[in-house]
C-alpha cells in the first residue's frame, strides 16, 4: 500500500504495481510522434526536421534532451546504430535512409518495389551483421563499416505477414501463413546468425471465427530470468499461451486465463505483469515456479506521486507537468503503447512511465510465508527492501509464536538462498574479519534459478538445452549489477534473533528449538555463523534451567567451543557448578591459559592456578592475582606458599614491592609462618 507520504491514483487505493511521477516528458513543440529505441534505450520525438532523444536508463525527467538535424519528411521508424554514430529512418515501405550525425553523410537504401515492401529493422550486435532488414520475401542481413556502406551478407527467405523483434532477446519471429500462426525465428547472438524450429502457434476456433488471425500486437517476446519466452493472445479460448524457446525445440508451457479482450504485458524484476485493459487491472505471474497460480490478487494500476512538506516547491516543480496530473490521467487508454520490458508510452500525454512493482503490498497480501519469503529472495530491482522484508517476516514469525516447524521452514528458504548466492559467487567472503562478511557482486541470483548464469552464452555454445540470453553491451551490464536480497547468518544473528530476544525471554525453549535448527540448517550448509548466536543459546537454556541439555549441546559440539562461548557458561555456571566446568574446561581447551588462569582464581583455586602457570609457563598474568587472593582468603600459608613459589618461578621477584608488601602483611599477620 502506498505510504502516508504518497499520494495514488486510479481505481482504488490498493496496488501491487503503479506508475511513479514524475515521468519522463517529451515537451517539444510541433512534434510529430513518440517512438522507442529498444536496442538504445532511447525515447525519440520527432519533428519535421529535427530529433530529439532522451536515455531513459537513467529516467532522469530533469536532463536535457540530445538533439540531431534530419531532411524533412515522413517517419514509419526511427532507430540509433548500436554506437549512435548513424540514425536510421524509415520513410516508406521501400525506403530507409541513414544520416551520420557527425559528418552529415545521407544514404539511402531501397527495395524492390511492387515486389516486396520492407516491414522494418533493427540494428544488430552479431559478428555476422549490423543491420537486418525485414521484408515481405524475408529477412536480409548487410554489414555496415563507418562510411555507412552497406554490404549483404546474407539473405532468409521467408514469406513474412509481420515480424517482432526484441534486442533484449536479440530475437526475431517472423509470422506466415493466411492465419499468420507459423512462425520462424532467428536469434542473432554473438555465435551468428541461429535459425530456431518452425513452429505453430495454438489458435482456439468458433462457429463465428472458423479461421482467427494472429495479429502482431497478440505476440509478445519476454524475457525472465534469463529464459526467453513467447506469449501468444487466444482470444477465442480467452487464454495467453506461453511458449519457451530451447537451442533445438520451441515448447508450449502451458496457458493463463484472459479477463478482457484487449491486453499487454510488462516484465519488472524477472516477474510477469499482465495488464487486462478492459478490466483495468493487473494480474502478476512469477513464471519460475511451477505453479501457473497468480503471485497475488488482481488489483489496478495506480498513479503515485509524492508529496513533499513544501506546498509551494511541490506546486512549482508540478506545472510543468500539469498535463499529466492526476485529473487527466486515464489508465489503459488506447494510446498507451506498451514497451520491452516495463515502460509505458504515453502518446497523448506525450510522456514515459515506468512500471513499478510494490513488494509491501504484495508480502501483505501472502499468506504462505515460506513462499513469499523464496519469491522476495527472487528479487533484484529492489533487494534491499525485498531483504527487510524477509528479516521482518522473519521476526513476525518468532515473536507471533507459530509452530517451530513453519519458522524452521521459513528460515531454511533463507539460509539456502544464501548459501546458493555464495556458491554461485554472488556473495563473497571478506578476509581478516572476526565473522562471515559478505559483499554483493554482479547479479542477484536465487537458490535454483537460473539468473546467476552469465548471459554471454550463444544456443551452439550452452550445454543446457534452453537459450540464454546474448552477451549486452556495456552499459547493461553496469545497470544490472544490482545487489542480492541473500540475508547471511551474521544478519539473521542480529536482525531477527537477537532483536527478539528480550520479549522471548519467557519462552525460552520455543527460541532455543528455532535457533538449534537454524543451526542444524548451517551445518548442513557448511556455512560460517555469527559466535553470539552460539553464547545466546547458551544463555537461553541457562535461563530456563535446562543444565541437562546445555552440557550436551557442549560436548557434542552444537554449541561450537570459543573465548565467547566459555566466559557464557562461565557466568551462566554461576548456578550450576557442572556448566561452570565446561566453561573451564573450554578455555583450556583453546590453551586460553589468561582466562583459565584468572577463573580458577575468582574461584578460589589460586593454588591450582599458580601451579597451572608454573607448569605453562604463563607470565602475561601478573602475580599479584595470587597473592591478593591468598591474602582475602585469610589463610596465611597459603599466602606464604605463593610467595615461596613465586619466588622459585620469577628471577628477582624478592627485590619486587610486591614482595615486600605482601611479605610485609604474611609478617603483621602471623609472625610464626616462616617463608
Not at 530529439?52 to 524533412?72: A, C, Q, Y
Not at 506546486?315 to 506498451?338: C, H, K, L, P, R
Not at 608454573?614 to 605463593?642: C, G, P, Y
Request: aromatic content about 8%.
Amino acid at each position: 500500500m502506498p505510504s502516508s507520504s504518497q499520494t495514488s491514483v486510479g481505481s482504488g487505493a490498493l496496488s501491487h504495481a503503479y506508475l511513479q511521477h514524475p515521468s519522463l516528458r517529451c515537451n517539444v513543440p510541433e512534434s510529430r510522434g513518440l517512438f522507442y529505441d529498444d536496442a538504445n534505450r532511447l525515447l525519440i520525438c520527432v519533428t519535421s526536421s529535427q530529433v530529439f532523444s532522451w536515455e531513459t536508463v537513467t529516467f532522469n525527467p530533469d536532463v536535457s534532451p540530445s538533439v540531431d538535424s534530419i531532411p524533412e519528411g515522413p517517419i514509419l521508424s526511427i532507430r540509433f546504430s548500436l554506437d549512435k554514430k548513424v540514425i536510421a529512418v524509415q520513410r516508406s515501405d521501400c525506403e530507409i535512409q541513414f544520416f551520420h550525425r557527425e559528418t552529415k553523410q545521407t544514404l539511402t537504401h531501397k527495395c524492390k518495389a511492387g515486389s516486396e515492401s520492407i516491414l522494418g529493422f533493427f540494428w544488430s550486435d552479431s559478428p555476422l551483421c549490423d543491420l537486418a532488414v525485414v521484408k515481405t520475401s524475408g529477412m536480409d542481413l548487410f554489414a555496415c563499416d563507418s562510411a555507412m556502406n552497406l554490404r549483404l551478407v546474407e539473405t532468409k527467405k521467408v514469406n513474412v505477414n509481420w515480424y517482432i523483434y526484441t534486442h533484449e532477446s536479440r530475437l526475431v519471429l517472423l509470422a506466415s501463413g493466411l492465419q499468420c500462426k507459423t512462425i520462424t525465428g532467428f536469434q542473432l547472438s554473438t555465435a551468428g546468425v541461429v535459425r530456431l524450429p518452425k513452429f505453430e502457434m495454438t489458435l482456439a476456433t468458433t462457429e463465428s471465427n472458423s479461421k482467427p488471425i494472429i495479429s502482431p500486437g497478440d505476440v509478445h517476446l519476454i524475457t525472465v530470468y534469463g529464459r526467453i519466452y513467447c506469449l501468444q493472445v487466444d482470444m477465442e479460448a480467452m487464454l495467453l499461451h506461453t511458449y519457451r524457446f530451447y537451442r533445438d525445440a520451441v515448447v508450449q508451457q502451458g496457458s493463463l486465463p484472459i479477463y478482457s479482450s484487449k491486453l499487454s504485458v510488462s516484465v519488472v524484476d524477472n516477474l510477469l505483469l499482465v495488464h487486462q485493459i478492459d478490466a483495468k487491472v493487473v494480474i502478476i505471474y512469477d513464471l519460475f515456479v511451477d505453479s501457473r497460480a497468480p503471485v497475488s490478487a488482481p488489483l489496478p494500476l495506480l498513479w503515485r506521486g509524492y508529496q513533499g512538506s513544501d506546498t509551494s516547491s511541490q506546486q512549482e516543480n508540478e506545472g510543468t507537468e500539469s498535463s499529466t496530473s492526476s485529473e487527466n490521467i486515464v489508465m489503459y487508454e488506447d494510446a498507451w503503447t506498451f514497451l520491452v520490458p516495463d515502460l509505458i508510452l504515453d502518446q497523448t500525454n506525450k510522456v514515459l512511465w515506468r512500471v513499478h512493482l510494490d513488494l509491501e503490498a504484495i508480502s501483505a497480501s501472502s499468506s504462505d510465508r515460506s513462499s513469499l519469503l523464496e519469491f522476495l529472495q527472487r528479487r533484484k530491482l529492489e533487494a534491499n527492501k525485498a531483504k527487510q522484508l524477509c528479516l521482518g517476516i522473519a521476526r513476525a514469525l518468532i515473536l507471533e509464536r507459530r509452530p517451530a516447524t513453519q519458522v524452521t521452514q521459513a528460515i531454511d528458504v533463507l539460509v539456502t538462498a544464501y548459501s546458493y548466492s555464495v556458491k554461485a559467487g554472488i556473495y563473497k567472503e571478506l578476509k581478516n574479519e572476526k565473522t562471515t562478511a559478505t559483499t554483493p557482486t554482479n547479479d542477484g541470483a536465487s537458490p535454483d534459478n537460473e539468473r546467476g548464469r552469465a548471459s554471454g552464452s550463444s544456443i551452439d555454445e550452452e550445454e543446457e538445452v534452453e537459450m540464454n540470453l546474448p552477451s549486452g553491451s556495456a552499459d547493461e551490464q553496469q545497470e544490472s549489477q544490482l545487489s542480492s536480497p541473500a540475508i547471511s547468518p551474521d544478519e539473521l544473528y542480529k536482525f531477527v534473533f537477537a532483536s527478539v530476544e528480550e520479549a522471548m525471554v519467557e519462552e525460552s525453549d520455543y527460541l532455543v528449538a528455532i535457533i538449534t535448527e537454524f543451526l542444524r540448517s548451517i551445518s548442513a550448509e557448511k556455512l560460517k555463523v555469527d559466535l553470539n548466536i552460539y553464547v545466546m543459546t547458551v544463555r537461553l537454556l541457562a535461563h530456563s534451567k535446562r543444565f541437562a541439555e546445555l552440557s550436551l549441546f557442549t560436548t557434542n559440539k552444537i554449541i561450537e567451543p570459543s573465548k565467547e562461548v566459555a566466559l557464557q557458561l562461565l557466568e551462566s555456571g554461576g548456578q550450576n557448578l557442572r556448566v561452570r566446568k565446561l566453561g573451564l574446561d573450554m578455555l583450556r581447551q583453546l590453551s586460553l591459559h589468561h582466562e583459565y588462569i584468572s577463573s580458577l582464581v575468582q574461584d578460589g583455586y589460586y593454588l591450582e592456578a599458580l601451579r597451572y602457570a608454573q607448569k605453562r609457563k604463563v607470565t602475561s598474568v601478573r602475580s599479584s592475582l595470587f597473592l591478593e587472593a591468598a591474602f582475602a582468603s585469610n589463610d596465611m600459608q597459603h599466602l606464604a606458599a605463593i610467595l615461596r613459589v613465586l619466588s622459585e618461578l620469577i628471577p628477582g621477584f624478592k627485590e619486587t614491592s610486591e614482595y615486600y608488601t605482601f611479605h610485609g602483611l604474611l609478617n603483621e599477620t602471623s609472625s610464626s609462618v616462616a617463608v
